[in-house]
C-alpha cells in the first residue's frame, strides 16, 4: 500500500512510512503486537441477553488504548438482519449447495466494527421478537455495543438477506422483510437520551424507505442535530428495496443537506447524478452541499477520495485477495469514525486524516478476506499489524 502522509498517528502511536523494519518493531514491541481474533460467536443463542461481555483489547500505545467513553461515543441506527452467505462463490443462490449464517445490516456493522476497533458505539433499531432477534442482541452485547435502543416487534419477523457471491467476490442481494421488524419502527419507540449523548449519529437510507420507521429516522436525525451531535450518512443504495430507482434517489437526496459527514461509493455517485462520471472531481464536487464538513468516495480495492471545503485528495488502499466483499464499506466507515469520535480534529488536518483513512482503507481491506459482514471485522490490533507489514 502507498502511503502519502509522513506517519501514521493513532492515539498516541506513530510510525514513519520511511522507517525501516527495525525501527518500525521498535514502536511496537513484541508484547505489543500480538494479533487478536475477534471473538467467535457462541453455536446456541437464547432470549436471555446478555449472558457476558466480551471486550476486545485495543492495542496499548504510550498514551494507553484508543479511549472507550461516552464522550466518545457513535450511535448507530437503521436495520439489522441476518445474511445468508453462500460456502461457494460464483454460484446462483439456487445453485449455491450451502449457506453460512452472518449477522449483518450496515448500520449494526458499524457499531460492531467501531467497538472491535476500541471504540464506543450504540445500535438503535428494530428486530423480531423471535430467535435471529435474540441471537442479533446477544452479538451485540457480546461485542460490547449497547443495545439499550434496540427494540423487539412480536408481530414482525427479523429481516433475512440472501447474497450471490460472484467469483470476483462481489454481491447480489435477495431480501426477505415484507414487512421485518426493522422497518416498523416507531418514533415513540426512539431512545432521544442516547441519541443525544453521541458525538456521532450514523445512519443510511434503507430506513427511509416505508413508515414508520421513516419518520422515526427524521426524528431521530433531527434531535441529534438539535443536540449539537455530528451526522455521518452512508446511503447504502439497494435499489431492490426501493419501489422504483426514482425513489430510491429521491429519497437519499431528500436528507443529504442535513448530513455533516457524507461516505458514496463511485456506483452511488453513478446513481445519483443520472450517469455521471464518478472520476470527475467536478462531478462528486456538485454533490458537495454547503455545510457539509467531509465528503469520502470509496473506491474498492483502490482506496478511497476526500473532499472538504478546503482540501482533497485520495489515499491508496491495502491489496488483499477478496473473499466476500459484504461489510467493507462498513468496516471502512467504522474505521473513519472511531478516529473522527476521538480527535473532531481530523476534519480540518489533511495530514492527521490522510492517516485515519489509511487505517479506514485496511479496515476495509481486511474485511473482505472472510465470508460474512461482523465475523470478519477487525480488531485494532489486526489493523495496525496489517498497516505495519505493508510499510515493511
Known sequence: MALHATAFCFSGVCTSSQASRSSLLSVFPASRRCTMKAAAFPSQYSPLFPRCKLQGRALPSDNGPLEK????????????????????SGLSLAEAPAFKKAPGGAPANVAVGISRLGGSSAFIGKVGEDEFGYMLADILKENNVN?????????????????????????????????SADM????????????????????????????????????ATRAAKDAGVILSYDPNLRLPLW????????????????ADIIKIS?????????????????VVRKLYHPNLKLLLVTEGS?????????????????KVD???????????????????????????????????????????????????????????????????????
Open 147 to 179: 443495545n439499550d435502543g434496540m427494540r423487539f416487534d412480536p408481530g414482525a419477523r427479523t429481516a433475512l438477506a440472501f447474497v450471490t457471491l460472484r467469483k470476483d467476490g462481489e454481491r447480489e442481494f435477495m431480501f426477505y422483510r415484507n414487512p
Open 266 to 282: 463511485e456506483e452511488e455517485i453513478s446513481f445519483l447524478t443520472q450517469g455521471e462520471d464518478p472520476y470527475d472531481d467536478n
Open 184 to 219: 416498523l419502527l416507531q418514533e415513540d419507540e426512539l431512545d432521544l437520551e442516547l441519541i443525544r449523548k453521541a458525538k456521532i449519529f450514523h445512519y443510511g437510507s434503507i430506513s427511509l424507505i416505508t413508515e414508520p420507521c421513516k419518520s422515526a429516522h427524521i426524528t
Open 302 to 318: 483502490e482506496g478511497c477520495r476526500y473532499y472538504t471545503k478546503d482540501f482533497s485528495g485520495r489515499v491508496k488502499g491495502l
Open 69 to 88: 467513553n461516552e464522550s466518545s461515543l457513535v450511535v448507530c441506527f437503521g436495520e439489522m438482519l441476518i445474511d445468508f452467505v453462500p460456502t461457494t
Open 322 to 392: 477478496a473473499v466476500d466483499t459484504t461489510g467493507a464499506g462498513d468496516a471502512f466507515v467504522a474505521g473513519i469514525l472511531s478516529q473522527l469520535a476521538s480527535d473532531v480534529s481530523l476534519l480540518q488536518n489533511e495530514g492527521k486524516l490522510r492517516d485515519a483513512l489509511s487505517f479506514a482503507n485496511a479496515c476495509g481491506a481486511l474485511t473482505v478476506m472472510e465470508r460474512g459482514a461482523i465475523p470478519a471485522l477487525p480488531t485494532r490490533e489486526v489493523v495496525l499489524n496489517a498497516l505495519l507489514k505493508s510499510v515493511a
Open 243 to 258: 419501489p422504483s430507482a426514482g425513489s430510491a434517489r429521491e429519497g437519499i437526496l431528500s436528507i443529504w443537506d442535513t
